[in-house]
C-alpha cells in the first residue's frame, strides 16, 4: 500500500498535544530508536517498526530523509509469518495420531485437552520457522503545520498497533477524526455539549 | 479501539451526514461552494451501503448498480435503515478524486486523487511525486471537511427540523 500508488484507503488522525519544539530535530533518531527488526532468521510470529517511506528494508533512512517539505514521511513496517491452515492441520493430525500410538502403548486411552493444546503450539512453532514472514507496509504522512497525520491502512488490528508504536517513539497520542472528533475539530470545543446532547434523527 | 466517549455520536452523525449529502448533492447537483469561494461538485456514485436491525437481525446491503435499484435504496433509509458507506465523486474544474466514505469512522476507501504531474522529469525533486500527492489529497479532505461544517452547522441548528421533513419527502418520493 502506498499514498504514492494508484489508490490510498487510509485514517485521518490529529495530533492532541502540542508537539514541543525541541521533537522535529529529534525525528530522524526516535525513528531508528524503534525501527523494524527483520524476523526472517528467527522464530517469531510477527514484528513491526518504522522504516523508511521510499526503501521498505532501510532502517537507516540512507535512502532518503523522512523529511519532505513541511511532512514527515515514514512507514509502518509489519512483519507476519503464516501457516497455511491446510499444511498446520496436516502436521497436527500426524502429531496427534503419533500421541495416541504412544499413549496406547503406555495403557492410556485419550490424548487430553491440555496435552491437545500443547501439541497444537508445538506443532504450530516447528511450522512457523518453515515460512518467510509476509511483509507490509503502511505509509505515514505527518503534516506539521497541521499536525495532522494519514496512515495508510483502515484495518482496526493494524491501526491499534501503529498507534502504540506513534506513543512510544514519539511521547504524542493521536486521536483519529471520526465523525465526533472531527465535528470537535470544526466546531471547537464550545459546540461539545451541543454534540454530545443531539439525539438520532428519525427519517421513518 | 476500546470504547471512547462519542462513539456513539460517530454513528449517528457519520450515518446522517452520508444521508444528508446524498440528499443534497441530488437536490443541488451536487454543486457546493467550499473554503475561498471556489465551486465543487460532490456526486454519491452508484455504490452505497446500507444497514438495517440490530444485533442478529442486522442486515447490510450494498447497491452498485442502475438508478432503479438506488431507489429502492432510498425506499429502505424511509424504511428505517442507514447509510453506512457511500462512493463519492468530487470535482472541481477538470480535476476529479473519487473515495469511499465510511460512516462510523470516517476511513477512507480507495482514495484516488486527479493524476500526478511531478517525477515525469529527471530533474523533478525526489519528493515532488509524494508532495504533489499529498497536496491533492488534502485538498480533496478540506472541500469535505468544508461541507460536514456545513451539515453540522445545520444538524445542530434550528433548521435541521425542516430540513428532515425535506429529506423524509426525497425518500419517499425515490
Redesign the interface.
Known sequence: MSFIGGSASFTRYRIIDEPPKSLWPEIPDRLKKFPFTDIDNLPEERAWGWVCFDNMIDTEWRTAPPEKAHYIAFSFRLDTRRVPPAVFKKHFTIALEEEERRNKQEGRKFVGKDRKRELRDLVKSKLMTRFLPIPATFDVAWNTEKNIVYFDCTRQKVCDMFLEHFTQTFDLHLEPLTPYFLALNILGTEAQHRIDAAEPTSFV | ?DPYL??T??????Q??L?WLWYTCEKTNGLFKVRDGQDIAVHVERRVSVQGGEGENLETATVSGAMSELRETKLG????KKVTRALLRIERDVETWQTTL???????????TPPIEAGKDEGDD??A???E??FL??RA?DFL?DI??RF??L??GPK?TAE?KD??VW?VKG
Open positions: 479501539m462519542g462513539q455520536q460517530d454513528i449517528m452523525l457519520g446522517e451526514f444521508t433509509l424511509a424504511m428505517g465510511k460512516a462510523e469512522d470516517f476511513t477512507f476507501g480507495g482514495f484516488r525526489p519528493d511525486k509524494f508532495l500527492k499529498i489529497i488534502e479532505l471537511d460536514y461544517k453540522l452547522e444538524r445542530l435541521w428532515v429529506i423524509k425518500m
